[in-house]
């Protein structure tokens, strides 16, 4: 129903906060960000993770390798869904950790009865390469970051625990009254939205779009591949 929506949203010049996916078709994604710049509107997509504490420190640390991992337990999934309703995470926070273009994209995966077991997304460029992974079947329901570089290494588990590695690692976890939206990246997402529309800048979707054309080479790649 997203599209639908927002479609109304912008063509009566209203300021628009979505959940991800914008859409679950890349022409109705771009026809929204389209429709947002005519009309001069803020769009702005809840990628929380570019917000999420844990996350943001990793920019400031060395990545000349990335590693996200994002697992679930029993739960394969039609490919488009399961790229767009969750893998995307992987997808939008490797773009925002990427310390330059993306030269090259690979895909991998295992799809069995037309269901997607697991997905990796290879992106790298000039002096980095980022791994993302998605396991369905993982055993473990579990999210984990790791950038490392210059002989340090930075581990976020499941958004709350901080772990820096050089020699001997030392562990930050989340104090026990920081709310899970805090977290999790969704409050500083919304505020940041909101401080936008108080201020009157108008908030462009376009990146966004670029994390959605990336889900949409990763389902046509996974879609090719022999079942």
Not at 89 to 110: E, K, M, S, Y
Not at 163 to 183: C, E, I, N, Y
Request: charged content about 25%; some cysteine.
């Amino acid at each position: 129903v997203h599209p639908e929506i927002v479609t109304r949203l912008l063509e009566a010049g209203v300021p628009t906060y979505v959940d991800k996916p914008l859409a679950y078709e890349l022409a109705d994604s771009e026809r929204l960000v389209a429709l947002a710049e005519e009309r001069g509107v803020s769009l702005a997509v809840g990628f929380n993770r570019r917000f999420a504490p844990g996350y943001t420190q990793c920019a400031d640390h060395p990545r000349e390798l990335i590693l996200m991992q994002k697992n679930r337990i029993g739960l394969p999934e039609e490919p488009r869904s399961m790229i767009l309703d969750d893998f995307i995470h992987v997808v939008d926070t490797l773009r925002f950790l990427a310390p330059g273009p993306i030269d090259d994209v690979t895909v991998r995966a295992r799809v069995r009865d037309g269901l997607l077991h697991h997905v990796v997304l290879q992106l790298s460029g000039d002096g980095y390469t980022a791994l993302g992974v998605m396991n369905r079947l993982s055993g473990s329901a579990e999210e984990i970051l790791e950038v490392s570089g210059q002989d340090t290494k930075r581990q976020v588990v499941n958004l709350a625990e901080i772990v820096d590695h050089k020699g001997q690692p030392t562990v930050r976890r989340r104090g026990d009254w920081v709310p899970v939206a805090r977290q999790r990246g969704i409050e500083q997402a919304v505020l940041a939205f909101l401080d936008a529309v108080r201020a009157g800048k108008v908030l462009s979707a376009r990146d966004a779009l670029a994390t959605h054309e990336l889900c949409e080479r990763v389902v046509r790649a996974v879609r090719e591949r022999p079942a």
